[in-house]
């Protein structure tokens, strides 16, 4: 005959695997009163409710009169649904720390709620494609998070985006983000003392550094929400002011310069003022909405945007 401490696990086991459990029959099969199991399930719901590690608990179903796990109402099922879509869209993992993510995610609600996220996901978790790149980035992820966090020295070496080189650099990271298909991360460069954009992919090796803390002045702090909302690439490049008129609908502009003002129209076009970063990023983007755009100010974009359409069109006579 078991213990109690057996059919105490006994219970959970089945519990974790998914099972329904009616009082009334484990009593008759482990030959003890329904009060017996109605103290075994008081203590694994306080068990549970103590572990804010395991993100289940236990509840009962007045219409099976059944007892079973479900996920902590930290995430719902809509909220795993849409956080799940946006990981296949992306492609920024490979498969298996893809298909990881989404199981520990998917761990979080019931196993009924987990069905329905699966039928619905199915067809691009059979067909995601991750990036050519294949190697593990979450460690990586963790570590530069880590530094930023403890604002630790790291001395890495980073490939070369055009050769097979690599070379050897001493950073203090300040910020890493995601932008289409990438991570990056911004760094304090210690030799040149000026900040660099880095595609985390691209560091080969990493460690802490023995150099200690550079002391930068106030005002030269990255300041990581600013530069953000002026930026359309992942690089960083002289702030400029631009004024230009857009012609559809004007939340494609706000959507992507969280800073700009609508400061008038011009019949159908409406005309916005905005500050953004400098880069190659922000000419691509404004050639991209063709004839939607039409950049005012300041001169040297307006040439630079000219000479480029006039490269393209020699492109294709």
């Given at each position: 005959m078991m213990n109690d401490q057996e059919r105490l696990l006994t219970i959970f086991l089945r519990l974790q695997a998914g099972a329904h459990?009616?009082?009334?029959?484990?009593?008759?099969?482990?030959?003890?009163?329904?009060?017996?199991i109605q103290r075994d399930l008081a203590l694994l719901r306080d068990f549970l409710a103590s572990q804010l590690h395991i993100a289940s608990e236990l509840v009962y179903s007045r219409k099976t009169n059944?007892?079973?796990?479900?996920?902590?109402?930290?995430?719902?099922?809509?909220d795993i649904?849409?956080?799940?879509?946006?990981?296949?869209?992306?492609?920024?993992?490979?498969?298996?720390?893809?298909?990881?993510?989404?199981?520990?995610?998917?761990?979080?609600?019931?196993?009924?709620?987990?069905?329905?996220?699966?039928?619905?996901?199915?067809?691009?978790?059979?067909?995601?494609?991750?990036?050519?790149?294949?190697?593990?980035r979450v460690d990586k992820i963790w570590d530069l998070s880590e530094a930023?966090?403890?604002?630790?020295?790291?001395?890495?070496?980073?490939?070369s985006p055009y050769t097979q080189t690599s070379k050897e650099q001493t950073i203090l990271p300040v910020s890493l983000y995601y932008?289409?298909?990438?991570?990056?991360?911004?760094?304090?460069?210690?030799?040149?003392?000026?900040?660099?954009?880095?595609r985390v992919d691209r560091i080969l090796s990493w460690k802490w550094s023995n150099q200690p803390k550079p002391i930068i002045p106030y005002r030269d702090k990255f300041r990581d929400g600013d530069i953000r909302n002026q930026r359309v690439d992942a690089f960083m490049s002289k702030k400029v002011k631009l004024?230009?008129?857009?012609?559809?609908?004007?939340?494609?502009?706000?959507d992507q310069f969280p800073t700009a003002k609508i400061v008038g129209e011009n019949g159908e076009w409406t005309r916005f003022k905005l500050e953004s970063q400098h880069t190659p990023?922000?000419?691509?983007?404004?050639?991209?909405q063709g004839e939607a755009v039409k950049v005012l100010s300041p001169q040297v974009l307006v040439d630079d945007l000219k000479e480029t359409i006039r490269e393209m069109m020699e492109q294709y006579k």
């Open positions: 459990l009616r009082k009334k029959e484990l009593a008759d099969e482990f030959a003890v009163s329904e009060k017996t059944s007892y079973a796990f479900q996920g902590k109402a930290i995430f719902n099922k809509k649904l849409v956080i799940a879509k946006i990981l296949l869209e992306n492609r920024a993992l490979n498969q298996e720390e893809n298909e990881d993510l989404l199981r520990n995610l998917l761990s979080l609600v019931s196993r009924e709620e987990q069905k329905e996220i699966e039928q619905i996901i199915g067809s691009e978790k059979l067909n995601y494609v991750p990036l050519s790149d294949q190697q593990n930023i966090r403890r604002e630790n020295v790291m001395d890495i070496s980073y490939q932008d289409s298909h990438y991570f990056y991360v911004v760094a304090y460069q210690l030799k040149h003392e000026t900040y660099i954009t880095l004024e230009l008129e857009f012609l559809y609908d004007p939340t494609i502009v706000l990023g922000l000419k691509r983007w404004l050639l991209g």
